[in-house]
């Protein structure tokens, strides 16, 4: 079994700075990449941000300069710092972790940008 917990969500106004953490525990092994993705009302998933296991980053465009995503090993948690909010960044996000074998999804946690 493994379970994600992810936290740091919430209200913020514009310009705002967010935290958001992913944590993994129970039976994962052999985490490959760790990665934020987001879903607005009425959009599709798309992605965020994702990390390898040798550090190498990914970032939407629209992201590029304001969040930086980050991991530590030790504790199979991921983390996302998101910087200069903008009320378009409002949406669920959502912590996925790929291992050699698997593919885990976070349940989601609500950020909301108010303007």
């Known amino acids: 079994q493994v379970h994600m917990v992810e936290s740091g969500g919430g209200l913020v106004q514009a310009g705002g700075s967010l935290r958001l953490s992913c944590e993994a525990s129970?039976?994962?092994?052999?985490?490959?990449?760790m990665g934020w993705y987001r879903q607005a009302p009425g959009k599709q998933r798309e992605l965020v941000a994702i990390?390898?296991?040798?550090?190498?980053?990914i970032y939407a465009d629209s992201v590029k300069g304001r969040f930086t995503i980050s991991r530590d090993n030790a504790k199979n948690t991921a983390y996302l710092q998101m910087n200069s909010l903008k009320p378009e960044d409002t949406a669920v996000y959502y912590c996925?972790?790929?291992?050699?074998?698997?593919?885990?999804w976070g349940q989601g946690t609500q950020v909301t940008v108010s303007s």
């Open positions: 990390i390898t296991s040798g550090g190498s980053t």
């Open positions: 996925k972790i790929t291992t050699t074998i698997s593919t885990y």
């Open positions: 129970g039976s994962i092994f052999n985490i490959n990449a």
